[in-house]
């Protein structure tokens, strides 16, 4: 057996990860004719309506709405959905906050579910049990491009007559039995901040699947202070309010730009993390997402879990022998399930307010999604990017199978 690293034997990786240039000629030639236009304001210029137009093409769908954030972008989708005061929306226990903000925002109430244990996407006989009068949307979320189970959510949805936004902020071009995902909810939101597929430096899309103008109309409106710009005069007469959450040309330019990089670097990362999940079959100890065949996954981060009983180390064990064979690699992705935050076990998303938890029974015990409380203790996140090679591919398979076998239980 080769010596690990971490006790003195050779690292597996010792040359450097591929790296790359995310912004070229490209964006710098998109922000000068921004400039040029002598506005920087999304409805005078052509950039962000460029942008959506090119996205729209992408995505097959005619409306999409442009925001400051992904975070807004979610907000915008749950305002259009009607989400408001006391309502109740499911989402997963993990994910980014981004994903709650704007459910609290509209003083709704996060129901969280919990999740299958080798996808990290929501489980939908969880969601089916967290059902209530009060359920009005679910957000899904695309978990590090690992495409949700959508069949079934869209027939509780249907059933119930509640909306479905896809949280796809991690989940550029993935493909859910060859449909991409965030064209098969009601919404579909993006980020576009400076970590994700594709940047913008902040920003984010909502795609209007109803097809229906005036739903459009209302999510445009809702990333926009509840203005209706989009008829001949603009409209200010708001009944109720809506953030200002509007993307600027200068991120229009920069997103034109990007969207043109953006299905290469999605086959890249499929491939990379593809090739990870089938090198890393087999390894005692080491369980590999579940990625079916039929959908195509985008890889954000790629993240396993460990099988602690089939090893002799801890976790924390196992992923610094990782980096001494130099792969960068995290334990864990967020530290608890969100609804741990001081903001759930508090009931108090504003200070010196219980408002809207008091007098809601949702609850945020300890164990209320034990899969996921079990995934974040046992996962091991492992970066992936474009610019990589497919030796670094090679040697991260390399050193995950070599701290495995240095690890493994045998039975005796
Ligand atoms: C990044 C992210 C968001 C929020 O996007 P921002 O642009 O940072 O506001 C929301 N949900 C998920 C799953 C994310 O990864």
Request: one cysteine or more; charged letters at 20%; glycine letters at 10%.
């Amino acid at each position: 057996m080769e010596t690990l690293a971490i006790h003195g034997g050779a690292p597996v990786k010792t040359g450097p990860f591929g790296t790359g240039k995310r912004f070229g000629d490209e964006e710098a030639a998109q922000l000068l004719e921004a400039l040029e236009q002598n506005t920087l304001f999304y409805h005078f210029g052509s950039k962000v309506k460029q942008f959506l137009a090119d996205f729209n093409a992408m995505y097959g769908r005619e409306y999409s709405v442009a925001t400051s954030s992904g975070t807004a972008a979610l907000h915008v989708a749950l305002g259009a959905a009607g989400v408001s005061v006391g309502d109740e929306v499911i989402t997963s226990p993990i994910t980014d906050q981004g994903t709650l903000i704007g459910i609290l925002y509209q003083n709704a109430i996060p129901v969280f579910a919990d999740l299958e244990p080798h996808t990290y996407n929501l489980d939908p006989a969880s969601v089916a049990a967290r059902i209530t009068p009060r359920t009005k949307a679910i957000i899904v979320v695309h978990l590090a491009g690992y495409p949700c189970d959508m069949d079934p959510i869209m027939e509780i949805a249907k059933k119930h007559g509640i909306k479905v936004i896809e949280d796809c902020a991690q989940a550029y071009l993935t493909r859910y039995k060859g449909r991409l995902t965030g064209t098969i909810g009601d919404y579909g939101c993006f980020s576009t901040n400076d970590f994700k597929h594709i940047s913008t430096g902040d920003g984010g899309m909502v795609l209007i699947n109803s097809g229906a103008r005036e739903d459009y109309e209302t999510a445009h409106a809702f990333a926009d202070k509840n203005y209706r710009r989009l008829g001949t005069t603009v409209d200010r007469g708001t009944s109720y309010i809506a953030p200002n959450y509007r993307m600027t040309e200068l991120q229009g330019a920069v997103g034109i730009a990007q969207l043109k990089k953006l299905p290469w670097i999605c086959e890249r990362r499929q491939r990379y993390g593809d090739r990870l999940n089938e090198g890393l079959q087999g390894i005692q100890g080491v369980i590999p997402p579940q990625v079916d065949p039929e959908h195509d996954c985008t890889y954000w981060f790629y993240m396993l879990r460990l099988d602690l009983d089939q090893l002799t180390c801890s976790r924390a064990e196992f992923c610094s022998a990782l980096e001494a064979e130099g792969i960068p690699n995290r334990a864990g992705y967020i530290p608890q399930v969100c609804y741990m935050q001081p903001l759930f076990q508090n009931r108090q998303a504003y200070p010196g307010s219980h408002f809207p938890f008091d007098g809601s029974s949702v609850s945020y015990k300890p164990g209320l999604c034990p899969v996921a409380e079990e995934i974040l203790v046992t996962a091991v996140q492992i970066p992936l990017n474009e610019f990589y090679s497919l030796e670094d591919i090679e040697d991260i398979i390399h050193a995950v199978a070599k701290v495995g076998a240095c690890y493994a239980k045998s039975d005796e």
